[in-house]
């Protein structure tokens, strides 16, 4: 038996160390990794379940293709050779971007960046993805007032008096964040949670508002009217780092509690309540999630809410701070760019295309000149993660040719001609860096690849090489087969930080240059090199007003929508997003497929609980078990997403693919629903 030290690469705030044992070829277990001080203990039961998920017997090992629409298995060469002939064929009769290459956040690593490298540099372009499914409208609120992302390290928010959970239940999405949060509140810290449910992150709260999904920027404008008009401000912070204070007075003095009360359905007394822990206690640090940016006003909201941490100093200061993304780890440029947004102009000019992430369907419909041909995908699960199914459904349909890179026969891989075998996050190593976690970490190679995976930096050398390409030529390009070209690749990287692979072997290595407490030396690379109350970026970047305002969120507030109910699809405990259900561990605690309902909206419909429902709107329906509990607030409907529409739903059938309004991100939330009784269960 022997011990790796390795790290969890799935898009998650976490970003586990962990100790991985194997024996004889198959990993036996998953150990913490205490010297990971924010993650020191074990891992989640997605880590645990690497156990069952590295050997499963369901991966796809070989290349598959589809003859007459049943996957049968072929080998490399086959499949190698009737993509390049499909890849040669394209560019010459449309030009290489009528492919479109796209990724998603399946496995983090620097070595992703290759797969960039044969589109641009090897078939000489391609179309890709702008934007981003996940988080964009927030990191460029944030972006925009501070002048970066980042935050105090996790173990910081055990010196916070107050937390505020905003739109974020790291119960389920961080659950290791659970552990310095409850530590600050048996030290006396009070908690504050801010969420339309009442999740299992609000069990030690002394405040939980559940406002109406998406009005959240009124409720923190009249926040923080009332702390103006109480003199809670603090006046030194502003006057030395804050610019555009006096119009931010000026400005929220006609956002009242009254007023916010309306729009968000949250009584005044607790608006008044909140605005007074929020004045009164120090040091607040504020951890806002994702989820409440996935609407077309998330940009807005974010900042309308980071106004509250600047009017009371709460910035650059043990246990004061901004917790949304702390990108402090990626010292690596290469990483940067799956994580950043694309604006449609930036990219390399005439080569490279992009169309948007988050209208992925109707783009690729959209695209002329020439027509998408085709399609590449890796990392991700389109027809399950991406707004709108049937859009993109329709537009994979009407290709002529789809290669998927994946480990399972997911929602996305089905509808494919070609199934290549993904590796996994044992089969070849790589550095990854965390967006919570202070960390640089390698992901080690411990396993031979399964079967005849190949991971994807191989794949692209073989395709090249079949296509014709030079190896002198691809050695500039592309990294060659071969363990020794990984790990020298990725030494030379580390160098550059005096850091080597064996010492990442032994352990996590904090990001070289980290702040501890982000923002301590009050530098904020802003255009102003203050922090920016008021944007001019806003109006310059994106059309939008320099000063945070409430804007009703597009479909939730129109008034003779059929469709009363709000559909939130969060994230949810046992997966990430559309990975992990298909084990059986997995699914044996996670059981079906649910849509949670308060209920006082079901009883208006005749519906008990466990009874079969249709949830429906004007773009698609899913049948699906109703589940009562008030822990919805009433008005509100909840299927968390990432279930497979073989798995029985597609939550995403029922969201439309629209951007947020700055980042370019996806407004997964802007969607109103009905639902009605299907069959009783009794
Ligand atoms: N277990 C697990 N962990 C994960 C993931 C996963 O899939 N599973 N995914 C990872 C990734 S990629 C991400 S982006 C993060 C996301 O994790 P979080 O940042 O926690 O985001 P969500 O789960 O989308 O939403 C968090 C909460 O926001 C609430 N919410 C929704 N709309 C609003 C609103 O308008 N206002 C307010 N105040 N609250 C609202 C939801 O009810 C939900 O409880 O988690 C990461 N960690
Ligand atoms: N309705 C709704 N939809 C949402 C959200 C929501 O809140 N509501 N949240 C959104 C968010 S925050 C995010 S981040 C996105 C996530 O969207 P995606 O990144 O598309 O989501 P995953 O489900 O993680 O799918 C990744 C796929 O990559 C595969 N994979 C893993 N490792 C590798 C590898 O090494 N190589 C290859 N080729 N494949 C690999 C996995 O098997 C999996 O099928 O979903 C978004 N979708
Ligand atoms: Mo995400």
Request: proline residues 6%; glycine residues 6%.
């Amino acid at each position: 038996m022997k011990e790796f030290v390795t790290a969890c690469p799935r898009n998650c705030y976490s970003t586990c160390s962990l100790v991985v044992q194997v024996d004889n070829g198959r990993i036996t277990a998953i150990k913490p990794m205490p010297l990971n001080r924010a993650t020191p203990f074990n891992g989640c039961v997605k880590g645990q379940s690497y156990v069952e998920r590295a050997h499963s017997p369901d991966r796809i090992i070989y290349p598959h293709k589809k003859v007459n629409g049943r996957f049968k298995r072929i080998s490399w060469d086959e499949a190698l050779s009737i993509i390049a002939e499909k890849l040669s064929f394209i560019k010459e009769k449309y030009g290489q971007q009528a492919v479109l290459f796209y990724s998603a956040s399946g496995m983090s690593g620097l070595l992703n960046d290759f797969s960039l490298k044969f589109w641009r540099d090897v078939y000489g372009g391609a179309t890709t993805v702008y934007g981003n499914l996940c988080w964009p409208a927030g990191l460029e609120a944030t972006r925009l007032t501070l002048g970066e992302n980042k935050h105090n390290v996790p173990w910081d928010l055990e010196n916070a008096k107050l937390i505020v959970l905003w739109g974020k239940n790291p119960a389920e999405s961080n659950v290791h964040e659970m552990v310095p949060i409850n530590n600050a509140l048996d030290n006396g810290a009070k908690l504050v949670v801010i969420d339309p449910r009442r999740t299992q992150s609000t069990q030690r709260a002394s405040l939980l508002v559940q406002p109406f999904p998406s009005t959240d920027a009124a409720i923190a404008l009249a926040v923080s009217n009332i702390i103006i008009q109480n003199n809670w401000v603090d006046y030194d912070f502003i006057k030395q780092y804050v610019l555009g204070y006096e119009e931010f007075k000026e400005h929220v003095k006609q956002y009242t509690s009254q007023w916010a009360s309306e729009i968000s359905g949250v009584p005044v007394d607790l608006i008044e309540k909140l605005a007074w822990y929020v004045g009164n206690i120090k040091p607040m640090t504020i951890i806002p999630g994702y989820g409440m940016q996935r609407y077309t006003n998330g940009g807005q909201t974010t900042r309308a809410i980071l106004a509250l941490n600047i009017l009371t100093g709460n910035i650059g200061k043990p246990g004061a701070c901004w917790h949304y993304a702390n990108l402090q780890s990626y010292v690596f440029d290469d990483v940067l760019e799956p994580l950043s947004y694309y604006p449609p102009e930036k990219p390399d000019g005439k080569i490279r295309r992009t169309i948007s992430t988050a209208r992925l369907g109707q783009d690729m419909l959209a695209t002329k000149n020439p027509e998408l041909k085709m399609i590449w995908v890796e990392r991700g699960n389109p027809l399950t993660q991406n707004p709108n199914t049937s859009r993109v459904l329709e537009a994979f349909r009407k290709l002529d040719f789809r290669v998927v890179v994946e480990q399972f026969f997911t929602d996305t891989a089905l509808e494919a001609d070609i199934i290549l075998p993904a590796k996994n996050m044992f089969e070849q190593s790589d550095i990854i860096g965390s967006y919570w976690n202070p960390y640089v970490q390698l992901k080690q190679k411990i396993l031979e690849p399964a079967g005849e995976v190949k991971p994807e930096t191989e794949i692209y050398w073989c395709l090249a090489q079949k296509m014709g390409f030079d190896k002198t030529f691809l050695e500039d390009v592309l990294l060659p087969p071969g363990d020794e070209h990984v790990d020298r690749f990725l030494e030379s990287k580390l160098n550059k930080f005096n850091l080597s692979l064996e010492q990442l072997k032994r352990g996590p290595v904090l990001a070289p240059g980290l702040q501890e407490i982000a923002f301590s030396d009050f530098r904020f690379s802003t255009p102003s090199g203050k922090i920016e109350l008021l944007s001019n970026q806003m109006s310059e970047l994106w059309d939008e007003s320099p000063l945070p305002v409430y804007k009703p969120a597009v479909e939730l507030f129109e008034d003779k929508s059929p469709f009363p109910l709000f559909l939130m699809s969060p994230n949810t405990k046992n997966r990430i997003h559309s990975q992990f259900n298909n084990l059986k561990i997995i699914s044996l605690i996670s059981g079906e497929p649910v849509v949670q309902m308060n209920p006082n909206d079901a009883a208006e419909r005749g519906i008990n609980d466990g009874d079969m429902v249709e949830v429906y709107n004007h773009r698609g329906a899913v049948s699906i078990k109703a589940q009562l509990t008030y822990e919805v607030r009433k008005g509100c409907v909840v299927i968390p997403n990432g279930w497979w529409r073989t798995q029985g739903v597609s939550v995403n059938m029922l969201s439309e693919g629209r951007e947020t309004d700055i980042g370019h991100g996806s407004a997964f939330h802007n969607n109103r629903v009905e639902v009605r009784l299907i069959k009783n269960s009794k």
